[in-house]
C-alpha cells in the first residue's frame, strides 16, 4: 500500500532559527513529490516539486532534497520568520494507471517571536 | 483571476439534511478533485473528475455524491448528513496529469467548514 509518513508531527521554533521536516515514502513506481505549505484557514498551496532525478532544490528560504533510493524527503527552512508558521504537507505522485497521489499527515510548523 | 471558489465557506447542519458545496474554478482545468480534511488524517480525496461529465470514486466516497455538469463546476452533495462528516471540505482542480505544463499541481480553495449536529 502507498504511504506517505511525515516527521514530527508538529514543532516550535524561535524565530530567526533553521528547522528540517521529513518525509518518507513507500510509493512505487514513483513520479514526483511536492510541499505544500497550508496557513490556518487556508488551502494548500505548492512550494516545491521534486522529480526522480532532482537532488536538491531551493524556493526562496525553503529548500527541499529527494534521495530517491531511500524514498526520503526534507523540507529545509532557514532564518525562519513569523510568516512560516503553517501546516506543510507532503504529497507523493506514483507512475501508475490514474497517477492517483498519496498525501502525507502533514507537519505543524510554529514560529515564535 | 479568482482560481478556485468554494461555497459556501461555513455550514451547520442537522443529521440527515442535506446540502450541496459549490466549486468553481477559472483556470481551465480538466481535473478536479474533492477532499476532506480531519485532524490528525490529513486531506483524503472523496471523489474526483477527469472532465466534464464524468466522476470517480475516492478514498472515501460513502455518504457523499458529485457532478460535474460544466468543465468549471464540481459540486459535492450530502443527502443525509451524519455527524462524521463534520469536516473541512477542499475542492482542487489541476491540468490533465502527463502535460507537459504541468506536472499534477493542486489549486486549492479555502475550504469549507461543515459541521453537522
Known amino acids: 500500500k502507498n504511504q506517505v509518513e511525515q516527521s514530527p508531527q508538529s514543532l516550535i521554533i524561535l524565530e530567526g532559527k533553521n528547522c528540517t521536516l521529513q518525509?518518507?515514502?513507500?510509493?512505487?513506481?514513483?513520479?514526483?513529490l511536492r510541499w505544500y505549505k497550508q496557513d490556518t484557514g487556508r488551502g494548500p498551496v505548492s512550494l516545491t516539486i521534486m522529480t526522480f532525478s532532482e537532488n536538491t532544490k531551493s524556493n526562496g528560504r525553503y529548500t527541499a532534497t529527494l534521495d530517491a533510493d531511500t524514498k526520503q524527503s526534507s523540507l529545509h527552512i532557514t532564518a525562519s520568520q513569523l510568516s512560516d508558521s503553517a501546516s506543510y504537507i507532503c504529497?507523493?505522485?506514483?507512475?501508475?494507471?490514474?497517477?492517483?497521489?498519496?498525501f502525507g499527515g502533514g507537519t505543524r510548523v510554529l514560529v515564535k517571536p | 483571476n479568482a482560481g478556485v471558489t468554494q461555497t459556501p465557506k461555513f455550514r451547520v447542519l442537522k443529521t440527515g439534511q442535506s446540502m450541496t458545496l459549490l466549486c468553481a474554478q477559472d483556470m481551465n482545468h480538466e481535473y478536479m478533485y474533492w477532499y476532506r480534511q480531519d485532524p490528525g488524517m490529513g486531506l483524503r480525496l472523496i471523489h474526483y473528475?477527469?472532465?466534464?461529465?464524468?466522476?470517480a470514486k475516492g478514498e472515501v466516497p460513502d455518504g457523499y455524491n458529485v457532478s460535474r455538469l460544466k468543465k468549471q463546476n464540481f459540486l459535492l452533495g450530502l443527502e443525509s448528513a451524519a455527524p462524521s462528516q463534520t469536516s473541512v471540505y477542499f475542492c482542487?482542480?489541476?491540468?490533465?496529469?502527463?502535460?507537459?505544463?504541468?506536472?499534477?499541481?493542486?489549486?486549492f480553495g479555502e475550504g469549507s467548514r461543515l459541521t453537522v449536529l
Open positions: 482542487a482542480s489541476s491540468y490533465r496529469q502527463g502535460r507537459v505544463v504541468s506536472t499534477g499541481e493542486l489549486f
Open positions: 473528475s477527469v472532465g466534464e461529465g464524468t466522476t
Open positions: 518525509c518518507n515514502y513507500t510509493v512505487s513506481p514513483f513520479s514526483n
Open positions: 504529497v507523493v505522485s506514483g507512475t501508475a494507471a490514474g497517477n492517483k497521489l498519496t
